[in-house]
């Protein structure tokens, strides 16, 4: 008896094969053939029957009623995607910004990073969120206090800042963020992680260089931190862009009619309009930042 | 006179008292600003903590601010008999460890599939992997749905049963059938993770591996695996806690077994004769607290060594 022998290579790729069969088993069965299906029913009303299913196909009317005849959608699409807009940005800059602080050495450093990174195991879930803002009101309320401090710091800020001559629109998207620090801050813990990863692998040689040439701490970091960071904020854009999926209004919105009204044609149609936008607002975001972004090799 | 300037001059650049002040500013900046951002993650959880043994009395009591002080296990107790804590705290963690370990399992497979065994067509896989981060849950969330609610393993399954599908909401297997198959709850990610650590693993270390008389799957599990101990272990938190904090999945397949995440979304109702919000609220939010309290303890032994192995991923490539 006597076989062919396979090569190394050949031999590799039939295990390449072999170790990736689970994830395309799961890739066909859990994501090819869902979303082709999700696609046909958005284009169809679907009657849950004895045996199982049955659908009917009815065109693009589930697409046109979403933007006519529904109340919610048209709103909460427009306000999920300006949550978005208004939040990444300040998002990866507070993160690249804490990064760059728990980067530095300092006495207590390996605490104040693992307290950085408890927002990644506490606040990851939507319930959490939710509930803590509902109770801070609570104890205001009945007198804590602690609320109305901070409503009297932004408006304080606000002021020297209006005072100082930035445009009203700038002031409010700044005094903006600093109200929702704890939102920001508790959407940043893997933006952090990312960041403070990437500046660990920058070259210590190139900061001995630009100090010996006589760069200041300052242009150190724009000319030389930052550039070697762009590849990671493109990364990172991507990363909050998706994460901002995991709890907005709309999400809950799709589900509801789904669950609720067992509408399933029309919430198909909905994740579908939801995810071509958000398609297009990475590939946009994507294509700008990325002729901007700078590889070291 | 000039012996003194002199004297000064080289006082000036010895000490440079200029450079020292802007250190010390910068220090006493970096300090405070820290500081303040550590308040703002602890305050909550300080505050949820504080809450949860107040007695109903000292809602109401501005003079109580941190420390109760009428102290108190009720809220506690009601807590833990409405959300039934014990059970829904032992599915949550069944669930949570034995998607993690099977993850682990597929994703690093996949992963070392990608960075060091490539086949036809792995190219086009792996952009289909980036793929599936890309794509909103939500828009395969019916057909998911109904592909456990109808499950028929492609055909097979009409061979066996006479229905021709089974009825696999409302247990366990979906979790288990998505995990293993490397679908599960951000598995795009980890799968991600693992093919970047594992490129930067070195290639001589495999080959000596190979010319040693060991075989690829030998290899990868007595040589690769034991290198990638900060991959694994990224991996293994995140998908721990995500799975853990997860309400979407869990809402989806499950219906009457209970978890935590899905109890703590049904608490309010079930603390329905409680008149007063405030109270409700407040017991609301010692749920949340016991929900967090094992994600908090197992923080507190694994911080240290998550925070260095997180660096050392190669999450950046």
Known sequence: MKRKSLTLEQKKAWYGVLFASPLIIGMIMLFLLPLIQSFRFSLSSIHIVESGFATEYKGFTNYISLFTSNPDYPRSLTESVAHMLVNVPIIIIFSLFAAVLLNQKFRGRSIARAIFFLPVILASSAIANLDISSFVGGTAMSGGGDGGANLLQSFELKKMLLESGMGPAIVDYITGAVDRIYEIISSSGVQILIFLAGLQSISPSLYEASKIEGATGYEIFWKVTFPMMTPLILTNLVYSIIDSFSSNKINTLISQTAFKTFDFGLSAAMSWVYFIIVAIILFVSTALISRKVFYYD | ?317
């Not at chain 2, 108190?72 to 039934?84: H, R």
């Not at chain 2, 032992?90 to 497979?109: R, V």
């Not at chain 2, 101990?229 to 499950?254: E, G, H, K, R």
Request: positive net charge; glycine residues 6%; proline residues 5%.
């Open chain 2, 1 to 317: 006179m000039r012996v003194q300037a002199a004297r000064m001059g080289e006082w000036l650049s010895r000490k440079s008292p200029q450079e020292k002040a802007k250190l010390w500013t910068w220090i006493a900046v970096r300090t405070l600003l820290i500081l303040g951002f550590c308040y703002i993650i602890l305050f909550p959880l300080f505050l949820r903590i504080s809450v949860a043994f107040r007695s109903k009395v000292d809602i109401y009591d501005p003079t109580v601010l941190w420390i109760p002080r009428h102290f108190t296990l009720e809220n506690l107790q009601l807590a833990i008999s409405a959300t039934k804590y014990g059970s829904a705290l032992l599915n949550t963690f069944l669930i949570s460890s034995t998607t993690t370990i099977i993850q682990l399992a597929t994703c690093a497979l996949a992963g070392y599939a990608f960075a060091r065994l490539k086949f036809k067509g792995s190219g086009i896989l792996f952009a289909l992997v980036i793929f599936t981060i890309v794509v909103p849950p939500q828009t395969i969330m019916i057909p998911l749905y109904l592909t456990y609610r109808y499950f028929d393993l492609f055909g097979i399954l009409k061979w066996f049963t006479e229905k021709g599908h089974v009825n696999l909401i409302d247990t366990f297997w979906p979790f288990l059938i998505s995990s293993g198959t490397a679908m599960g709850l951000k598995n795009g990610l980890y799968i991600f993770i693992f093919r970047q650590f594992f490129r930067g693993v070195p290639k001589e270390l495999e080959e000596a591996s190979l010319v040693d008389g060991a075989g690829i799957f030998k290899t990868f599990y007595r040589i690769i695996l034991p290198n990638a101990l900060p991959a694994i272990v990224t991996v293994l938190l995140f998908s721990f806690v995500w799975q853990w904090n997860d309400s979407y999945y869990v809402s989806l397949f499950l219906s009457k077994v209970k978890v935590l995440a899905t109890q703590l979304t049904d608490m309010g109702p079930a603390l329905g004769k409680e008149p007063d919000p405030v109270y409700q609220s407040m017991l609301l939010n010692t749920g949340v607290l016991l929900m967090m309290a094992p994600l908090i303890v197992l923080y507190l032994f694994v911080q240290r060594y998550f925070v260095e192995s997180v660096e050392r991923t190669g999450l950046v490539g």
